[in-house]
């Protein structure tokens, strides 16, 4: 079992900056990878950035070179630094949790954090 917690949200001019945290209740380094989802009204939710146990990082094309998803295993803590947010940023953000078990896989969401970026 995972609780995801985040923090972070909030809002700002279009421009500005933001550091969105998910603190995992069990140790990430036996994650085997984590992520930031958002969800836009009336759009899908979908994934901005991910990390794998490893370290290896991925993010959707429109985040590349703004937002920066990084881990810190020491505080079972992931980030997303977000720079040059655009109004098209404006969501509800989720950590997601993806943890391999003797059961099979386990998926796990925190419960949001709203993120508004005015123009």
């Known amino acids: 079992q995972v609780q995801l917690v985040e923090s972070g949200g909030g809002l700002v001019q279009a421009g500005g900056g933001l550091r969105l945290s998910c603190v995992a209740s069990r140790s990430i380094s036996s994650i085997n990878s984590m992520a930031w989802y958002r969800q836009a009204p009336g759009k899908q939710r979908e994934l901005v950035a991910g990390?794998?146990?490893?370290?290896?990082?991925t993010y959707t094309e429109s985040v590349k070179g703004r937002f920066t998803i990084s881990r810190d295993n020491i505080k079972n803590t992931v980030y997303l630094q977000m720079n040059s947010l655009k109004p098209e940023d404006t969501a509800v953000y989720y950590c997601h949790a993806t943890l391999s078990t003797a059961w099979g896989i386990k998926l796990y969401w925190g419960q949001g954090t709203q993120v508004t970026v005015s123009s």
């Open positions: 990390v794998n146990s490893g370290g290896s990082t």
